[in-house]
């Protein structure tokens, strides 16, 4: 197979799963109203459909890494794989200080509703890391791999669809723009670190274990009273506050940390694990 047509080919195979990938979201509105029969309470509904939308997700995208012969990658093999640790010990340090301030939400939560909190997380973590740097990513980086920069740029493609791909929420809230266009943004530079982690790590489970935390920790508006209409209010103020200071500085560090993990990567060792080394680069 020429080069081109090689190009050709997994530029359309980014393209489908993105595609498959939204198509399969949007169930979950399916998923929703299906259930409002069985289960009255609107977070419970929203949780176990999220959770039936995500299982098929993760089972395909599963399938895709095995035929697409991307285990390598990803580090499947062992755990023994995983490389540089320590990288994740500044984000945990974070993540913590939001799990601590949050005692109370999952102290007080209905132990029901706390199971399906986290069985949603977990799945929304595997079936987002799966795809996006399990997959797009590696894809990226072959199309990409005649490029000076390419884990950079790769790393950055693919941090920019996962961002977009969050505005898939103005479905759920659509009176919130400004509030789901923080979200795009957050979730373009945490896209960048959680590359970088996973290159720099060699191994999946990494990113999916920062990316279930970070989402557990900050995220867990589902176990707050009136968490919908508190984040409607507040992200509808517009103006430049400290508030907003401080949440574009920690979109900074993430980017900054994600391009440092990326520039201290042997692009040698990624190129090895997708079988590269061999092509003509």
Not at 83 to 107: C, D, H, T
Not at 185 to 192: K, N, P, R, T, Y
Request: proline letters at 2%; a positive charge.
């Amino acid at each position: 197979m020429s080069s081109a047509t090689l190009y050709k080919r997994e530029k359309s195979l980014i393209a489908w799963i993105s595609l498959g990938l939204v198509g399969l979201l949007a169930l979950d509105r399916l998923w929703n109203g299906l259930l409002v029969p069985f289960i009255s309470a609107e977070v419970e509904r929203d949780l176990v459909s999220g959770i039936l939308t995500r299982l098929p997700i993760v089972a395909i995208a599963i399938w895709l890494l095995r035929r697409l012969e991307l285990q390598k990658f990803i580090g499947t093999g062992s755990l023994r794989n995983i490389r540089n640790v320590q990288a994740m010990v500044i984000p945990m340090a974070i993540i913590s200080m939001g799990f601590f301030s949050s005692l109370s939400v999952y102290k007080n939560a209905e132990s029901w509703l706390l199971i399906l909190f986290t069985a949603d997380t977990v799945l929304v973590a595997l079936a987002e890391e799966l795809t996006f740097r399990g997959l797009i990513l590696p894809i990226l980086i072959r199309i990409n791999r005649k490029k000076k920069h390419v884990l950079f740029i790769s790393v950055l493609v693919t941090s920019g669809i996962f961002g977009l791909m969050h505005y898939l929420n103005l479905f759920r809230q659509p009176d919130n723009f400004w509030g789901i266009s923080s979200q795009v943004l957050f979730a373009m530079s945490i896209g960048v670190f959680l590359g970088g982690l996973l290159l720099r790590t060699r191994h999946l489970l990494a990113p999916v274990i920062i990316h279930f935390l970070v989402n557990f920790s900050f995220g867990n508006g589902e176990l707050r009273q009136q968490a919908e209409e508190t984040v409607i209010t507040e992200t509808g103020k517009g103006g430049f506050d400290l508030g907003t200071l401080i949440t574009l500085l920690f979109f900074a560090v993430m980017f900054m940390g994600g391009w440092y993990m990326i520039k201290k990567t042997d692009r040698s060792c990624v190129f090895e694990d997708l079988d590269l080394t061999e092509m003509k680069l």
